[in-house]
């Protein structure tokens, strides 16, 4: 049975993970930062955890060391996520025509202290579909 502690170091640690791949002691540091030191779970509490997550299918492990969300980790904290991460590209295409129907109304005077950052998503965006 897992304990309320535990349930919600899980939670956590797959929405760190949710944000960014990391090694172990980056889950520390990055509670400790949260929690501006008032918690920092132990290595073990931690390591065994990320394990368990594995075993578990919510997250992988890569070579390096570096742990990642896998979907079926998504899913598990899919209802403390932000929307993007429970559409589909169908959602994600809808949300940019939207974004872009706020650019067309902000205005080009607007725009231009952004030009290099939109230019710099554009880029990446053709890379995406080329």
Not at 20 to 41: C, E, N, V
Not at 81 to 106: A, H, I, N, Q, W
């Amino acid at each position: 049975m897992m304990s309320y502690q535990k349930g919600r170091l899980k939670f956590l640690v797959l929405w760190l993970l949710s944000q960014s791949p990391k090694r172990g002691i980056d889950i520390i540091d990055d509670i400790s930062k949260m929690t501006w030191g008032w918690w920092k779970p132990s290595p073990g509490s931690i390591y065994p955890l990320l394990s368990t997550l594995e075993k578990d299918g919510e997250i992988t492990r890569k070579e390096n060391g570096i742990y990642e969300i896998t979907q079926k980790g998504i899913e598990e904290i899919s209802d403390f996520l932000p929307p993007r991460y429970k559409g589909s590209v169908e959602t994600g295409v809808e949300e940019l025509e939207s974004l872009m129907d706020f650019f067309e109304d902000m205005g080009k005077d607007n725009l231009l202290p952004y030009k290099n950052r939109l230019i710099k998503a554009k880029d990446r965006l053709e890379r995406l579909i080329e």
